[in-house]
């Protein structure tokens, strides 16, 4: 017999802009790993919505991503690309799980404490709730691994004890997903602010590089980001600024942080930075042809997706109606 592909999931949120955290941090993993797994990535439109979203902004920002996550190399034959809110089974499995997960595990969220700030006493219970989604999410379709950044790695905890309190009363039932998250550019730093994680909700135009920036643009945003005010250019923590800049450098060239300090001997923090920059553009020019070959056919991506949500509905649907049985409901 053959043996199983062990099955990846995860999601990306349709709303700002996709930047190169979220590429190092995650996508490009996912189109590493997807010749070797059973891969399906999820567009979480319902996550989207526990902030305020324009309603026409986020129907066109899920089509966007999922033609950035094409370009980017995720192959639709090999793996799945769909949209959360197609199947329903998200929502009625985050109700179940709802009545699993004790108050005191979500209050310890620390992502709903920083973000719940923001919205000063206005934020949605769906914002609170945001965890128990994502565990529907991963539980939904019996995952193995969760290729995620670092700011994810506490809710994939969450799920997981979700899922062996519910094993725990109801006999075997969800797969423990594991966490998987890369040992460097789990958390790209902003550019502007290098002790802040790099985030699609910042809006100050210098903090991220976004996946369709111009060459201008991340040449721009690259030569005006933070460092400090010494010489040497080493990966030392301690400097978050220079810090950043080389790990991204290090992970777009794959060269090894050896390599690159000994190229950079002697020289100074704007030749680093010019460099980076050229070797960002390079990286990205190719996604972006891509892009826009993808985009230029408008009903191409909603078919894309429309296909995607019809291969993984089975699987979502024998795991919610599994559950439904084991409680009694219905
Ligand atoms: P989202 O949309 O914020 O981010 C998508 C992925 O990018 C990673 N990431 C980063 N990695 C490195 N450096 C950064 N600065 C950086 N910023 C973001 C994130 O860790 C993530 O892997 N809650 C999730 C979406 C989600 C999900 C799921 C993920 C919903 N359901 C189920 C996995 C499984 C989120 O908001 O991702």
Request: aromatic content about 6%; charged content about 25%.
């Amino acid at each position: 017999m053959i043996p199983q592909k062990k099955r990846i999931f995860s999601g990306i949120q349709p709303t700002g802009s996709i930047h190169i955290g979220n590429y190092l941090g995650a996508v490009q993993h996912w189109v590493k790993s997807q010749a070797e797994f059973d891969s399906i990535f999820c567009i979480v439109d319902l996550h989207a919505i526990t902030v305020p979203q324009e309603p026409g902004t986020l129907k066109a920002k899920i089509r966007e991503v999922t033609g950035l996550l094409i370009a980017a190399g995720i192959s639709p034959e090999t793996s799945v690309v769909f949209v959360q809110s197609q199947i329903c089974a998200h929502s009625e499995m985050t109700w179940i799980l709802n009545c699993f997960i004790p108050m005191g595990w979500m209050m310890r969220m620390t992502q709903f404490k920083e973000k719940s700030q923001k919205e000063r006493g206005m934020a949605g219970v769906g914002l609170f709730d945001y965890p128990a989604l994502m565990a529907a999410d991963i539980l939904l379709y019996q995952t193995d691994l969760v290729p995620v950044g670092e700011d994810q790695k506490q809710h994939l905890e969450l799920t997981r004890d979700v899922a062996a309190r519910f094993n725990s009363i109801y006999g075997d039932t969800f797969k423990l997903p594991e966490a998987v998250i890369p040992k460097t550019g789990a958390r790209i730093m902003g550019l502007d602010d290098p002790t802040k994680k790099m985030s699609k909700s910042e809006t100050n135009p210098g903090h991220a590089i976004n996946l369709l920036d111009s060459p201008d643009e991340i040449r721009a945003k690259i030569m005006r980001a933070t460092t400090d005010s010494l010489r040497d250019i080493r990966f030392d923590e301690s400097r978050p600024g220079i810090y950043n800049l080389l790990v991204i450098y290090e992970l777009f060239t794959g060269r090894s942080r050896a390599e690159i300090e000994a190229s950079f001997e002697g020289k100074g923090y704007a030749e680093l930075k010019r460099e980076l920059a050229e070797v960002i553009t390079a990286q990205l020019q190719p996604l972006q042809s891509r892009y826009r070959e993808l985009t230029a056919d408008p009903g191409h991506i909603d078919r894309l997706l429309a296909e995607g949500a019809s291969k993984v509905q089975p699987i979502a649907e024998k795991t919610l109606a599994m559950v439904k049985e084991k409680i009694g409901l219905g």
